[in-house]
């Protein structure tokens, strides 16, 4: 898993927010130069372009859309906090979100960044599990993937009536060859259904509208080896006609629903 690879536009994502929940952008703050420089300094690689983006967003104040739902992720928090020792290696990973060991959690992990997988531009989101002997989780591409996927889920995918989500198994290929040929495929056949990026893209993860309510999340799994399309909607009909031309076209194949 590398980083995602394409640097995004955060105001065309704030404007997405924004226009679902009219104000919440005006309730975000962004992190100063100078606490973006203050947690540069923690490690000698660059931090990920699209991380310093999203911290110039929302590194101070959420507005109330939290990225990391679990965890405490605002630059100010991260500059508090001292990390237990762990199994990473701090010189490879960079802590960008932790938990308070004080809760009881089904899952409990810390987030960083795999620096040395990063292009530059991103970086694939890992998560660690406390303790000596922790195992590395892959979490996502990188955090424009992370943060594309809980907007569209929070803002439009959510509570909707009509829902399908079909699943396509790849081959593991170095560098995800093969799930980022079967993405591009399924992202060019939902355009030709009519559905219209509503956030911005990257090789791993393009969100889509079509009629009023009819939404296409298309995602590549962190471990390369899985392409998903999740559709959601108020029409039933919108929902399964498309759900229908992807699996006609042999392009993936109708998947369970958790829940149902």
Known sequence: MLGGGTAVDWSEIAAFVDKREPGAGERAVGATPVQIEALQRQTLIPLPKNYIEFLRWVG???????????????????????????????HRFFLVGFQDPRVVREDPHELFFDLLRSDGIDAPLVGFQPGPAATEMNIEHGIADWTIFRLAWRYAMDRK??????????????????????????????????????MPATPHTWFGKRDQETFALIQIDPDDDM??????????????????????????????????
């Open 227 to 260: 392409v998903s399309v999740d559709l959601r909607g108020e029409d039933r009909l919108s929902v399964i006609q498309a759900s229908e031309v992807l699996e006609d076209q042999s392009l993936a194949e109708r998947g369970r629903i958790i829940g149902e």
């Open 161 to 198: 009536p009509a829902r399908a989500r079909l699943i396509s198994w790849c081959d593991a290929e170095p560098a995800g060859a093969a799930a980022l040929g079967r993405q591009h495929e399924l992202v060019a056949a939902t355009m030709k259904l009519g559905f219209e990026r509503c």
């Open 60 to 90: 101070s104040a959420d507005g109330g859309f939290r990225i990391f739902p679990e965890h405490s992720y605002l630059v100010q928090d991260l500059l508090d906090h001292t990390p237990a020792m762990g199994a990473w290696d701090s």
